[in-house]
């Protein structure tokens, strides 16, 4: 979709007015910005748990060498 969509203005072979071309440049900004966020920082948006975790295990590890070593996480559940 992010190719697809300016592939129509692109290929029409139209020669542009000043308006025209403004309008056409102002559209293929505003699809890159969105572009940009649906490639980029959406999944990054997505992976801020993991990416925090994976940063401080970093952090531990440049600070004390070692410590930094993935632990999962144990679910204590009180006996029923």
């Keep these: 979709m992010i190719i697809l969509i300016p592939l129509p203005l692109f290929f029409a072979s139209t020669i542009y007015g000043v308006g025209g071309f403004t309008a056409w440049v102002v559209i293929a900004i505003i699809w890159a910005f969105l572009a940009s966020f649906t490639v980029v920082l959406y999944p990054l948006w997505e992976s801020k748990d993991a990416l925090g975790r994976v940063f401080k295990g970093i952090v531990k590890d440049i600070m ?13 559940h009180a006996p029923a």
């Design 64 to 76: 004390q060498p070692g410590t930094g070593k993935y632990v999962p996480e144990h679910h204590h």
